[in-house]
């Protein structure tokens, strides 16, 4: 959701997307016109429903063992993915504001 998006509209529409499709199996039956009319905000819409569908069906269908293997996902998406998913900080700060500042309070954490 965040191609080409800034994270403040994302926060708009996430809280309901996650309520209604908490899991990456509910997302992929949800019907079309649902999700575009929900992330219709964010622009895009018809492409970006596109996307977002596609890279769940390829996320659910794996294997994959990078996330960057998945349409849509960059290094910011890579990024959040190895620090929440993975539990692994990694030696050098993301390049997103948001990611900058749980990198830095997590790392004070372990220290």
């Given amino acids: 959701m965040l191609n080409c998006t800034t994270r403040k509209q994302v926060e708009k529409v996430l809280p309901e997307f996650v309520k209604r499709w908490p899991t990456p199996q509910d997302f992929i039956k949800a019907a079309t016109v649902d999700v575009a009319t929900l992330i ?51 030696n050098e700060p993301p390049k997103d504001h948001a990611l900058v500042q749980y990198w830095e309070w997590a790392k004070q954490r372990r220290t």
């Fill in 40 to 90: 219709k905000p964010l622009g895009f819409v018809q492409r970006r429903t596109v996307a977002l569908k596609r890279m769940t069906e390829l996320y659910l269908a794996g294997p994959w063992s990078d996330p960057r293997e998945l349409p849509g996902i960059g290094e910011y998406g890579a990024r959040a993915w190895e620090i929440f998913c993975k539990g692994d900080l990694g």
